[in-house]
Nanobody, 112 residues
Framework: QVQLVESGGALVQSGGLLRLRCAAS????????MSWYRQAPGKEREFVAS???????NYTNSVKGLFTIFRNIAGNIITLEMNSLKPEVTGTYYC??????WGLGTQVTVSP
């Protein structure tokens, strides 16, 4: 069971950018899909982005063209580049292997 630790969340102004990082405790080479989810206050956790073992990317519609997910196999790291940030993306962001493991999350807050 891989352990995941998210980092990079912060308080930023609207229009700014952030890079979230997910560090895995072991190799992610054989994991079929790594994903980012988020949970806004008072709402259910929702899918944000994913990247497959062969670098196929999927995004929720609201972040297409604005967020980009990357996989660094050598460093066992998944990153999420977040551009043109708006208050609507505020929430706790979680990394997952899409099967059983989750990190504890990192907070992203975007002010108007």
């Amino acid at each position: 069971q891989v352990q995941l630790v998210e980092s990079g969340g912060a308080l930023v102004q609207s229009g700014g950018l952030l890079r979230l990082r997910c560090a895995a405790s072991s190799s992610i080479f054989n994991i079929n899909e790594m994903s980012w989810y988020r949970q806004a206050p008072g709402k259910e956790r929702e899918f944000v982005a994913s990247i497959s073992r062969v670098s196929i990317r999927n995004y929720t519609n609201s972040v297409k063209g604005l967020f980009t997910i990357f996989r660094n196999i050598a460093g066992n790291i998944i990153t999420l580049e977040m551009n043109s940030l708006k208050p609507e993306v505020t929430g706790t962001y979680y990394c997952t292997d899409t099967e059983a493991s989750w990190g504890l999350g990192t907070q992203v807050t975007v002010s108007p």
